[in-house]
């Protein structure tokens, strides 16, 4: 097949399948470069400097966007600010009415597909977000909040951290309490930024599918964000989604280990700053030297590496964008994923596979919870 023939092809899977994105930080970008105002940001219009917009969102053939509604682990009223994050989203939806709808359960996403519009559901990023609360996580639920990362970058009182030192060896009881609470109200499990220790906790308890929303493969780039081969197979005896993160660090071992040393600055930085605002002031701009920030093939190799793990099954994309400061060639904005629809055609994928890593396998994962839920 000539590669505009695989074009082509791309072109009409995607017009048909709604992509399901885990990971979009837009909402975000907003709030710290636009004051949260949709007045100065809108995404029906182009937004130059920015990963996303609604046009490019349907250029990608994008039918599911999880936005992140996260606020930094430092926040001094998280639980506030997150729910600050889903009104942004839901204004947004509310002024774009022709183009986007909010979601809730999967077939809420089918639906909105078939309209011609794009599904925008909610993720919290970090279980910082419920302030220990089990009533502010049901008041996630409540706004609309469909998956809760259980950490970011910061190690918490029921949960360690991938970057951050650990504390509980995984989860604590009130950490295994906000799993199962997740389980019975039908909030998906998001195991991304977590620790190994976390992860196995997480997939103990859980008696839903749960997600890596925006997490590569530790094998290939092994950066402690990224999910291990012995995990990889718990995900999929556990029937959960690996979600692959698009950030060329979490994709390319080089970067990795770069970013290794740069997270270990940090750390000496906050001990002796004590200042978060400041650390990231600090090492601003230290990926501005890269020259090679990897391309589609890259991350292509983490999907096709979850595949060979976990199975075709329990793969999805989960790119990231707006909340990294480099991107792959080819995968420059939202614009871009039909180049990983020609990229797996050109490796001998056949469509329904496709389908699958690019949605299906997140809608199946969504309805499981749901039904459990139930």
């Not at 190994?196 to 839903?208: E, G, H, I, K, Y």
């Not at 792959?328 to 389908?355: F, H, K, M």
Request: hydrophobic share 40%; charged share 25%; net charge negative.
């Amino acid at each position: 097949m000539m590669k505009a023939d695989r074009q082509d092809q791309a072109r009409r899977i995607h017009s048909s399948l709604p992509v399901v994105d885990g990971h979009n930080d837009l909402p975000w970008a907003i709030r710290t470069r636009a004051a949260g105002s949709l007045d100065v940001a809108n995404p029906a219009t182009r937004l130059v400097g920015y990963h996303t917009d609604i046009d490019r969102l349907l250029a990608g053939g994008v039918g599911a966007q999880f936005w992140s509604v996260y606020v930094p682990a430092w926040s001094e009223q998280p639980f506030v600010e997150t729910l600050q994050q889903a009104d942004l989203v839901k204004r947004m939806v509310a002024e774009n009415p022709d183009q986007l709808a909010s979601a809730y359960t999967a077939a809420d996403v089918r639906r909105v597909r078939d309209e011609g519009r794009i599904a925008c559901l909610l993720g919290a990023e970090g279980g910082h977000s419920i302030e220990d609360s089990l009533e502010n996580l049901r008041a996630l639920y409540e706004v609309g909040v469909r998956y809760m990362t259980l950490t970011h970058s910061k190690t918490l009182s029921w949960a360690d951290s991938a970057t951050d030192e650990a504390r509980h060896g995984g989860l604590t009881a009130f950490g295994r309490d906000v799993v199962r609470e997740m389980n019975r109200l039908g909030m998906m499990v998001d195991i991304s930024h977590v620790s190994v220790a976390t992860m196995r906790d997480a997939l103990n308890t859980s008696t839903a599918p749960l997600i890596a929303s925006h997490s590569s493969c530790y094998a290939l780039a092994p950066h402690p964000r990224n999910i291990p081969d012995h995990v990889l197979e718990r995900v999929a005896d556990n029937g959960g989604v690996v979600m692959v993160n698009f950030y060329p660090p979490f994709v390319m071992p080089e970067l990795a280990a770069r970013s290794i040393d740069l997270l270990e600055e940090a750390h000496r930085l906050m001990a002796e700053l004590g200042d978060e605002a400041a650390v990231e002031d600090a090492i601003a701009g230290r990926w501005d030297d890269i020259e090679d920030t990897g391309d589609v093939a890259r991350v292509v190799d983490h999907i096709e590496h979850v595949a060979q793990v976990a199975g075709i099954d329990h793969v999805g994309v989960g790119s990231d964008f707006d909340g990294v400061d480099v991107l792959p060639a080819g995968l420059e904005d939202v614009s871009c994923y039909p180049n990983i629809t020609v990229e797996l055609l050109q490796r001998g994928w056949d469509e329904y596979d496709i389908r699958k890593v690019l949605g299906d396998n997140m809608l199946r994962v969504m309805e499981g919870v749901e039904a459990l839920s139930r």
